[in-house]
């Protein structure tokens, strides 16, 4: 162990910290035997190893962001519900809040023109202030729809890691 408390991961050789329990970078379970224990990602070359990270670290603010599973219309009618629609649409989602957001300010700005000057004024700091305080709201909902995909998918692969009895 280095001062910093990080280690070594026995499976892929990345730091890791001290009292990790899993890779963050492999994923596998530190705690256990090697040969019990399955990283789901290759070990290989350092510079590919460095390119899937990253690609997992992608999400949809990050421009390689792309959801693996069935196509938009097979999720969308699948009775089983394994497959999930929303990662798919969320850009989707996020360009129609923000031309909805756009098109309010613009209606509050243009109603605010035929009423009186001091309803006017209002609006030209009002609505400014407004709109950007919507889309922030639109940005951190729809990001927190995104964690908890995230989130599922996660548990999802640690539940596929654990050990069988």
């Known amino acids: 162990m280095n001062e910093q408390g990080y280690k070594k991961c026995p499976f892929c050789g990345e730091q890791i910290k001290e009292l990790a329990i899993k ?21 290989g070359n ?13 999400g949809p603010g990050h421009p390689g ?8 219309f097979a999720s969308l009618f699948d009775l089983s519900m394994s497959e999930m629609v929303t990662p798919k649409i969320i850009r989707l989602l996020y360009v129609i809040g923000l031309l ?8 509050a700005i243009f109603g605010a023109i035929f009423s009186d000057i001091s309803s006017f004024f209002a609006a030209l700091v009002g609505v400014p202030l407004g709109a950007l305080i919507a889309v922030v709201f639109l ?16 548990l999802r692969q640690i539940n596929k890691n654990l050990p069988r009895s």
């Open 100 to 107: 909805a957001i756009g098109l309010g300010a613009l209606g």
């Open 46 to 58: 350092p510079d590919e190893h460095e390119q899937d990270t990253e690609k997992r670290r992608s």
């Open 23 to 43: 890779c963050k970078h492999c994923h596998a379970f530190i705690d256990q035997p090697e040969h019990e224990n399955k990283p789901t990602e290759p070990q």
């Open 139 to 154: 940005r951190v909902y729809l990001e927190l729809i995104i964690n908890f995909f995230n989130i599922y998918k996660e």
């Open 65 to 72: 962001y792309h959801y693996q599973g069935k196509g938009f």
